[in-house]
């Protein structure tokens, strides 16, 4: 190379590095980075719509649209009880379960369903804990409305009406599921506890069952030979292992309980 070639060469690459303009370092990330790692707000959700939990969904009854708490923690109110029965027995809650007069379960507007509550008649101080699985009641200002167990353990079922003190005795959980079997063979089982002629008693069983954790618990009425019988079933389980291991659990307090179908 002659010596006029080297002096042009070696301007160039001084006016070159200074300016910048035609030195570039390798990266194997494209240029365009951003299209490949896009801003954080282009992947967050901008659907607005609320989401709710099933025990809390707002509902809407009479053109009015009722928001019931995130949370029945610390609930206390007083307020007028009343309670439902026959007319609304074997029909479906807002809960999804079946209604049962002689269960110790009541409705509310706005509490979670699934909420343990205690309810205290002002006017005697007979208190019941009870389950909040419904939806009411709309009529005037009442608080409460009870199933005919639960007014009867209150001393209310005669008179329709009391004054009474609402306690929530937890955050308001849901109610207890109904467990799935693998097999998915459809069918249900309980676990009998035991069959009562007096209907207290069975409602007594039944709570003690409750606050052990079985919130499915049920009274069935049943005739036999003329007489009338409740029937206290924990749970309704489509496993029949975990059937199993409740009435296993169960047999020390109930020895004659067995799993029915």
């Known amino acids: 190379m002659s010596r006029s070639m080297l002096v042009v060469c070696a301007v160039c690459f001084l006016t070159l590095s200074a300016s910048g303009c035609a030195l570039t370092s390798y990266s194997p990330f494209p ?3 951003s299209s490949y790692f ?9 659907d607005s719509t609320p989401r709710y939990d099933p025990k809390t969904e707002p509902y809407t009854v009479l053109g009015r649209t009722y928001y019931p708490l995130p949370s029945a923690a610390g609930y206390s109110r007083t307020g007028i009880a009343s309670w439902y029965g026959e007319d609304f027995h074997g ?3 807002a809960s999804g379960e079946t209604y049962d007069m002689h269960a110790l379960t009541a409705a509310h507007k706005t509490l979670p369903l699934g909420t343990r509550v205690r309810v205290t008649n002002l006017s005697n101080g007979r208190w019941v804990d009870l389950t909040v699985n419904d939806r009411g009641p709309f009529v005037g200002d009442r608080l409460i409305d009870l199933s005919y167990a639960a ?3 209150i001393d209310s079922a005669a008179s329709g009406l009391a004054r009474v003190r609402v306690e929530a005795l937890g955050s308001g959980d849901a109610p ?5 079997s693998s097999a998915g063979s459809g069918r249900l089982y309980y676990v009998q506890v035991g069959a009562y002629a007096d209907l207290d008693n069975a409602i007594q069983a039944r709570e003690r069952l409750l606050r052990a954790g ?10 036999r030979g003329g007489q009338a019988y409740h029937l206290v079933q924990a749970g309704v389980f489509r496993d029949l292992g975990y059937a199993r ?8 307090e109930y020895p004659t309980s067995f799993i029915g179908s």
């Open 31 to 33: 240029q365009r980075v």
């Open 38 to 46: 896009p801003k954080q707000q282009d992947s967050v959700r901008t």
């Open 91 to 93: 029909k479906p809650t």
């Open 151 to 153: 007014a009867r353990r």
């Open 176 to 180: 207890g599921p109904v467990y799935a």
């Open 214 to 223: 079985f919130d499915n618990t049920r009274i069935r009425k049943v005739v």
């Open 245 to 252: 291991r409740v009435l296993d659990n169960l047999r020390a």
